[in-house]
């Protein structure tokens, strides 16, 4: 398994443990949204974590390219008529934290 298989696995475990302890109803679909989200940014991802694991880009330059691929996943998070916005707005600021975590983590 490589060091971005690592991550990835990591991020999707401790993101269910999260939106379990954030999202209190609508977490069928929530889950369903998450695991999509995860699948549609690993190329990106990829791309970002190796780029960060060389040095191309700082740790904040990495912030901002996951905060707006989180603010994407919230977007898409909201569409769930359950879910209230404060709701998806606290998950998105822990994964948010959780993808720049775990990328420093693993990668650096």
């Known amino acids: 398994?490589?060091?971005?298989?690592?991550?990835?696995?990591?991020?999707?475990?401790?993101?269910?443990?999260?939106?379990?302890?954030?999202?209190?109803?609508?977490?069928?679909?929530?889950?369903?949204?998450?695991d999509a989200h995860v699948q549609n940014s690993k190329v990106r991802l990829k791309r970002w974590t190796a780029l960060l694991a060389k040095g191309a880009i700082e740790k904040r330059e990495f912030e901002l390219l996951v905060n707006n691929q989180i603010t994407l996943g919230r977007m898409r998070l909201r569409t769930v008529e359950v879910i209230g916005k404060r709701a998806a707005l606290d998950f998105r600021d822990a994964l948010r934290s959780l993808f720049v975590d775990k990328a420093v983590e693993v990668f650096l």
């Open 1 to 34: 398994m490589s060091k971005f298989d690592d991550y990835i696995d990591a991020v999707s475990k401790d993101a269910r443990k999260l939106l379990g302890a954030t999202i209190k109803q609508g977490k069928k679909e929530a889950t369903a949204i998450l």
